[in-house]
């Protein structure tokens, strides 16, 4: 069987997906008859697949199996395995079962772990290219994927409206959230100087906020719910600015190439600051600390 994919496995939130993108690039650049593929969640599968031209697999589809029970892995799994001539994995370690599983079924492929690492020196980032080192080429192209993307983003051209500007006041903590009555003054200012001001909730906001605090946010701005992250993709990609917490959207806004500023508390923009061209971040901890005029001087800029 002819051999011309690379699969790589991703678990999590956007944020962390986001980070793995340069390692798709990368395969694409140094594999480029091969087809670059993610075993993902669906709604990251199809992210992915639009902005980096790369496929994906469901991860609903029966994977699960080489986690415990890969004699019961379905065919189609056990082909795209077959397929395949490297995996790389961001769902297990090098020691798992998962990992002892998939090097059994195709031990020609030499799965690699690879990690997004908070806890090494400097950005998470590192922690990717470390784990990169058993494969040098690989390590250098995402080294060369990572400059271009600090100078272009990704996604190819844009046709954004300057004016606009993205609002998501919302993480997946509390606490890494600037108070929401701070968003709405910096929404007024906005829109008392003539920009578009579009704020966006995601399901979290939705569980966590009353319905009084969604109706402020309706007074406020336009309001907008991406049920998918291809609808997210959708809101970024008419805007030229974006303004919010450490979060997934945050770190898509910052690789898309909008002007993105990120507001930090209990993180440290240091580890998480979004990869993009045009980031920029302010940090207190609290992160009520920051002053609303840092951040509408910081727009201005």
């Known amino acids: 069987m002819l051999k011309r994919r690379v699969l790589i496995f991703h678990s999590g939130a956007l944020g ?25 969640q669906r709604s990251k599968g199809e992210l992915a697949e639009k902005v980096l031209r790369v496929e994906f697999d469901d991860v609903e589809h029966g994977w699960h199996h080489l986690f415990g029970d890969p004699d019961n892995l379905p065919d189609s799994c056990r082909h795209l395995l077959n397929s395949s001539h490297a995996i790389y994995s961001f769902v297990s370690g090098p020691n798992d079962p998962w990992m002892k599983a998939v090097s059994q079924i195709a031990p020609w492929t030499n799965p690699l772990a690879l990690a997004i690492n908070p806890n090494g020196p400097g950005h998470a980032i590192v922690g990717l290219l470390d784990s990169l080192a058993p494969q040098p080429a690989a390590q250098t192209a995402v080294r060369q994927i990572l400059a271009s993307i600090a100078d272009h983003g990704v996604g190819g051209k844009r046709s954004p409206d300057p004016n606009r500007f993205i609002i998501h006041p919302g993480s997946g903590s509390p606490q890494k959230c600037w108070p929401l009555e701070n968003y709405l003054k910096v929404a007024e200012h906005l829109k008392n100087a003539g920009r578009k001001v579009r704020i966006i909730i995601g399901e979290v906001e939705l569980e966590r906020w009353p319905r009084h605090v969604l109706d402020q946010l309706a007074d406020a701005a336009e309001v907008a719910r991406p049920a998918t992250y291809l609808d997210l993709l959708a809101e970024l990609s008419l805007a030229e600015n974006f303004l919010g917490n450490d979060s997934g959207p945050g770190h898509l806004a910052g690789i ?16 998480w600051k979004p990869l993009g061209p045009r980031v920029r971040t302010l940090r207190r901890e609290p992160i009520s600390e920051i002053a609303i005029n840092d951040v509408i001087a910081s727009l201005a800029e």
């Open 16 to 40: 962390d997906f986001v980070l793995t993108w340069p390692l798709a690039l990368a395969l694409a650049r140094l594999y480029p008859q091969s087809r670059i593929i993610y075993v993902t």
């Open 256 to 271: 898309l190439g909008l002007k993105t500023l990120i507001l930090y508390g209990p993180t440290d923009p240091a580890i």
